[in-house]
């Protein structure tokens, strides 16, 4: 047990520096997409809508393209390196921004530039950081890692976009960029403190590159319940997403910028609430049928989002949307923890992300045209639905990303109860219990 304690205080020091750079990574995301705004709400060559969904975009794409390589990479060097390897190079695309904006000639591709150069190492570190979890914390304390993983990730959404939107009413975008890597370098000395005590890594084969990446793609072929697991979350993160992609610009149809901060972060205390509760209990029950029960209430508060037009009433809605996410996440990944070899979870942790993220490249890339073309003109005057479900909904700019939310919620929850229905899901409860 002393061995077990130890350890978790080696991953809590990791996690105090991840969280620190989550609240800096949420810093830059939300200053970039108010800076954005800001530069193209007068501007009629453009959607905002597509301008969002395309800073988005970039984030997503370098890594979703590289993280079998970064998987390989966490497999066959040590695990802590390439942690400090990714935030290091994560720098690199904020410095990048920074000095451009320095320069006083800022354009719109030097961000997408800057956040896909970020990107790029964030596919060397995701995976390193998950498989480096595996290696620090047992088995029994799985789900409480996790739920301090959600932890550090709801903070984001909590501290960010309040402390964001003050600096930036206050100060330039660029004390944020210069906080946010800061706080990369924080990131960074957590590893360094904890690098001599590193745990005994097991000794692997010397095998080509390539062969480790087929290798751990016959492996999840093999493992049939996490494929049909990570295949229906794919499917889940299009819709989740959309929302993602689409909920800003939706919330600036109907308040400003300043109450759409107030307004995640309110809302992300449920994503709080929650995350504090598994990291101090963990969770004993089935973790199937928490992520199947937990998925399908996700869905339904996602729908009635979409369905109201009063922001108090989006706010508390969307506040129990984040409660459920911890609940979703925990159950996931210690599901998918439990049920692979720590020799290879770097490679298939890569592999899980990209996986589940191509729902996002595939949600990313289309939302603006969904939301500008096909859903909101349903509901301007004349429109096909605008005498029907606009009487329901509302009419006007915005309703038709309502309405796609209603239906985008609904199809969440179809898909959460498919997953407590599928036999080879369900049988990995069975190594989760043992």
């Known amino acids: 047990m002393d061995a077990q304690d130890k350890n978790f205080k080696r991953f809590l020091i990791i996690w105090l520096g991840q969280l620190m750079s989550a609240v800096g990574s949420g810093l830059t995301a939300f200053a970039l997409g108010v800076f954005v705004f800001q530069k193209t709400q007068s501007a009629t060559s453009f959607s905002l809508i597509i301008l969002f969904s395309l800073i988005i975009l970039f984030s997503f794409l370098p890594s979703f393209f590289l993280l079998p390589f970064g998987g390989v990479l966490a497999d066959r060097f040590d695990r802590k390196k390439m942690m400090i390897i990714g935030d290091l190079g994560a720098i690199t695309g904020l410095v990048f921004i920074l000095l451009v904006m320095l320069s006083g000639s800022i354009k719109l591709w030097h961000i997408y530039i800057g956040v896909a150069l970020s990107s790029i190492f964030a596919a060397i570190q995701i995976p390193a950081y998950k498989a480096a979890v595996t290696d620090l914390v047992s088995e029994e304390l799985y789900s409480r890692a996790s739920g301090l993983i959600q932890l550090a990730g709801s903070a984001q959404y909590l501290i960010s976009p309040i402390v964001a939107g003050f600096l930036i009413s206050f100060f330039d975008i660029k004390l944020v960029l210069i906080i946010d890597i800061i706080t990369f370098l924080i990131a960074v000395t957590a590893v360094l ?207 038709g990303i309502g309405f796609l939310f209603v239906i985008s919620g609904l199809l969440v929850s179809i898909l959460a109860l498919i997953i407590g229905r599928v036999k080879k899901i369900g049988a990995l409860e069975l190594k989760t219990l043992g």
Not at 235 to 250: E, T
Not at 314 to 336: G, R
Not at 341 to 355: F, L, P, T
């Open 193 to 399: 403190i904890i690098k001599k005590q590193d745990v005994v890594r097991q000794k692997h084969e010397k095998q080509e590159f390539f062969h480790d990446m087929a290798d751990s793609f016959r492996y999840l072929l093999s493992q049939k319940g996490v494929l049909w697991l990570v295949l229906l979350t794919s499917m889940v993160c299009f819709y989740i997403g959309l929302l993602q992609s689409l909920f800003s610009p939706m919330m600036l149809t109907l308040t400003n910028s300043k109450t759409l901060g107030i307004a995640l972060s309110i809302s992300a205390t449920g994503m709080l609430v929650s995350s504090m509760f598994i990291g101090i209990l963990g969770i004993k029950k089935s973790k199937v049928f928490i992520l199947s029960w937990s998925l399908a209430l996700a869905g339904l508060f996602y729908a009635l989002m979409g369905l109201f037009t009063a922001v108090a009433l989006i706010i508390v809605f969307c506040f129990l949307f984040f409660s459920t996410l911890p609940f979703v996440n925990t159950s996931l990944e210690v599901l998918i923890r439990s049920n692979v070899d720590n020799a290879k979870q770097g490679r298939i942790w890569s592999m899980v992300y990209a996986i589940s993220q191509a729902g996002y490249i595939l949600a990313f890339g289309s939302a603006g045209f969904l939301a500008d073309h096909l859903f909101n003109p349903l509901f301007y005057s004349g429109g096909a639905l605008n005498q029907t479900v606009g009487q329901i909904i509302g009419t006007g700019q915005g309703r």
